[in-house]
């Protein structure tokens, strides 16, 4: 009976020469027609390197170098008069917050206001050639408004994937193997989540956003809702997912991973927060639940830093 099974010989099913009398591994010559692609292999630059930060197996992501890292906060109020958005009321509490919260934790806050999409990518872009060898993670923070697959910069707006792609392990070796930590507080939809009474004045970062998921390691990327909802923000106060986070940051920022503290935070927005728009009745009484994405590959634990 014939098999359908055949040696993997090559595609006219000729064999290699066999290993000579005497054993041992060989290598046959190349194909001469081939040699130019060989050499042209030969030829190519190395694949990237970088030093490991931490053993191979360890639990933990090392918290112990000289600095924290940088926190990069982009908060965005205010917005050119041709794309039709309002003001983000608010957001000025979840930015003073983050930065103290962020501070507090060790980081080094810079905070830039209303920028357009040309200074945000030079500052992303300029914090990925800087030299993070003395720091143990990043972090970058966006607050705006959000729509289908973009953010919204001043001026305009771009792919939320512009903000981490910089700093992947090849373009960014000095943060290879350590933790970039995404927080993004924008809408992901128009879609609402009923609930029950919860009596706060609050406002939507209105539009709708996908995301694509980034493929390397070591990445944490955390957004207020999940893809398809509205994020709420109170006026007054803040958003929701920022004050969640920063109460949690404080209280717990040395005490628990932050996968766990961001669990909490899950845990707040969803029953401490709803919507309180009596005038609208389609806003009314609305939920939200924050969605987190991460390709981390240790967990993250703040340790308190020595004072020089």
């Known amino acids: 009976m014939a098999s359908n099974e055949q040696p993997d010989t090559g595609s006219n099913g000729v064999s290699h020469p066999p290993v000579a009398n005497g054993g041992g591994d060989q290598v046959d010559p190349p194909v001469p027609w081939l040699q130019y692609v060989v050499d042209s292999i030969n030829r190519r630059p190395p694949?990237?390197?970088?030093?490991?930060?931490?053993?191979?197996?360890?639990?933990?992501?090392?918290?112990?170098?000289?600095?924290?890292?940088?926190?990069?906060?982009?908060?965005?109020?205010?917005?050119?008069?041709?794309?039709?958005?309002?003001?983000?009321?608010?957001?000025e509490h979840d930015c003073k917050n983050l930065e103290r919260s962020l501070k507090a934790l060790g980081f080094e806050p810079k905070v830039y206001h209303d920028l357009t999409n040309v200074e945000l990518m030079n500052v992303i872009d300029n914090a990925a050639n800087d030299n993070h060898s003395s720091r143990d993670c990043l972090i970058v923070a966006v607050l705006s408004h959000g729509e289908q697959g973009i953010l919204y910069a001043k001026d305009s707006v771009y792919k939320p994937e512009n903000l981490w792609t910089p700093f992947a392990a090849d373009r960014c070796p000095t943060l290879a193997g350590k933790p970039k930590l995404f927080f993004i507080q924008a809408c992901q939809g128009d879609k609402l989540d009923a609930g029950v009474t919860m009596l706060r004045a609050t406002q939507t970062d209105s539009g709708s956003h996908s995301y694509k998921i980034p493929v390397h390691s070591d990445f944490l990327i955390a957004y207020s809702t999940i893809p398809g909802y509205y994020s709420w923000r109170n006026t007054s106060k803040g958003s929701w997912f920022m004050q969640a986070l920063c109460q949690e940051l404080s209280e717990n920022g040395f005490v628990l991973d932050l996968l766990t503290i961001l669990t909490f935070v899950n845990q707040r927005v969803a029953l401490d927060y709803e919507s309180n728009t009596p005038d609208n009745a389609n806003m009314h009484q609305q939920k939200q639940i924050p969605c987190i994405t991460y390709m981390l590959t240790r967990l993250v634990k703040f340790t308190r830093k020595s004072i020089h």
Do not use: C, D, W
């Open 47 to 91: 694949p990237p390197s970088a030093q490991m930060p931490v053993e191979r197996n360890a639990v933990y992501y090392n918290m112990n170098h000289k600095e924290r890292g940088v926190a990069l906060i982009f908060n965005h109020e205010h917005f050119e008069a041709r794309l039709n958005l309002k003001s983000r009321s608010g957001t």
